[in-house]
């Protein structure tokens, strides 16, 4: 037997709109509750509410009816704290005139989408920032660069040796990038360095675009957050070089046929060890041939420091010619490089087979021999004793070293040279 159909109570009624208030009392724990209940379909979806006596519920109703009948009952009733949201963000919004609630809503949820789990829209937001704040570095050219960074460190005093040397390297890179600088990626970088030179030379040329760089970023032309690309060039691998050194008798065949004007630097490189580089910026004046030592000053040495270097008595004799000379000790070659070719040219016309920094390593060798001091050695030559040992002693006796420092004007003879040679 089918149970008989609850009948409304009421029912409100506004223009087109019709809702229904029954009583649905409510049975707990043994007690009857009143309550009455109302109905509608909003928005295709069926709604019910309640209330506690007839009055709440037909005053919800008529709310309804209301919202129904004027078109608005797609919408519904907020809750305190959705009015408390929606009043902050109106208010945020008022920085914004031309934008509205849903349309930021929707922007935020297409941005949301297309980053996934990749992380928060603040850090993407931050990412670009950073990269249209990148965008706004000014430009310039590798070779302008060059221009202002050689101006620049002229202006510090630094050595005229050390300027030439640098500027020359750079402008090698600047004529292979005619390019901003910022746009210069490190493995474009690495893969010139290959082709302009090897092991030593690379680390070099590497060492001089690095400072080159950060002098970039020190005046604003590359960012300042991050490593610039001359930071990101690993260094070449160098091979150890074999130790090779000359014997008196080649020692004696090439100062015997050197010009005279190479032949102070080629004495004071056989009998000093000086750095190729120390001897081509050598002025007559660090020589104290009365003093019997020779000054390298701080900006000289590869170390930065200065240091005394003894004049010993093969040595003095070799100079005793040059008293009161002034300038360069070296022929007037405007680099290292120049200079160092010529040296290889007049050892390979002395009949010798020139040798990779053999003349410093020579010394050395022959010199811990005469002294049997590594301490004293190093300290000469501007380097440790630890170095001494794995980069430039070689083992010779001390009768080697005696001919070594016995090869002086008056040795060599005609008839001392052949023996030498034979």
């Not at 009583?23 to 709604?47: F, I, Q």
């Not at 208010?91 to 992380?119: C, F, H, T």
Request: charged share 25%.
């Amino acid at each position: 037997m089918r149970k008989p159909k609850n009948k409304p109570v009421e029912v409100v009624k506004l223009k087109n709109q019709s809702i229904p208030v029954y009583y649905t009392p409510e049975t707990k724990g043994g007690k009857l509750y009143k309550s009455w209940t109302y109905s509608y379909t909003e928005a295709g979806r069926r709604v019910r509410r309640r209330a506690s006596s007839l009055e709440g519920a037909l005053t919800g109703a008529r709310g309804a009816a209301e919202q129904l009948a004027e078109g608005t009952g797609h919408l519904r009733t907020l809750t305190p704290d959705e009015i408390a949201d929606f009043i902050a963000a109106e208010r945020i919004l008022r920085k914004y005139p031309n934008m509205r609630l849903a349309g930021v809503v929707s922007e935020w949820e297409q941005a949301m989408d297309r980053l996934g789990e990749r992380g928060r829209l603040m850090d993407a937001v931050a990412s670009f920032v950073k990269s249209t704040d990148k965008a706004k570095i000014p430009e310039i050219s590798v070779s302008e660069l060059v221009g202002k960074f050689i101006k620049a460190k002229t202006a510090e005093g630094l050595s005229v040796y050390y300027l030439s040397d640098i500027e020359r390297r750079l402008k090698r890179f600047a004529d292979a990038f005619r390019v901003n600088v910022s746009t210069i990626l490190p493995e474009e970088i690495k893969l010139w360095l290959a082709s302009a030179g090897s092991g030593r030379n690379a680390n070099n040329l590497r060492a001089s675009i690095a400072t080159l760089f950060s002098y970039a970023r020190e005046c604003g032309y590359l960012s300042r957050e991050t490593k610039h690309a001359g930071e990101l060039v690993k260094r070449v691998k160098e091979k150890p070089a074999k130790i090779g050194i000359y014997t008196p008798e080649e020692l004696a065949k090439i100062l015997n046929s050197a010009p005279a004007r190479f032949l102070p630097a080629f004495a004071i490189a056989a009998f000093t060890g000086l750095r190729s580089t120390e001897i081509f910026r050598l002025d007559w004046s660090m020589v104290k041939l009365e003093r019997g030592h020779i000054v390298i000053e701080a900006e000289d040495a590869k170390t930065a420091s200065r240091r005394i270097v003894p004049i010993v008595p093969a040595l003095a004799e070799w100079l005793s010619s040059y008293k009161g000379w002034t300038g360069r000790v070296t022929p007037e070659y405007l680099n290292l490089d120049n200079l160092t070719r010529k040296f290889t040219a007049v050892v390979k016309a002395a009949g010798v087979k020139p040798k990779q920094n053999a003349f410093r390593h020579s010394f050395a060798s022959y010199r811990l021999a005469e002294v049997k001091s590594a301490d004293q050695v190093a300290l000469e030559m501007g380097n440790s004793p630890r170095k001494l040992f794995t980069n430039y002693r070689e083992l010779v006796t001390e009768e080697d070293a005696a001919a070594w420092f016995a090869v002086t004007p008056s040795s060599l003879d005609a008839e001392k040279v052949v023996s030498f040679a034979a």
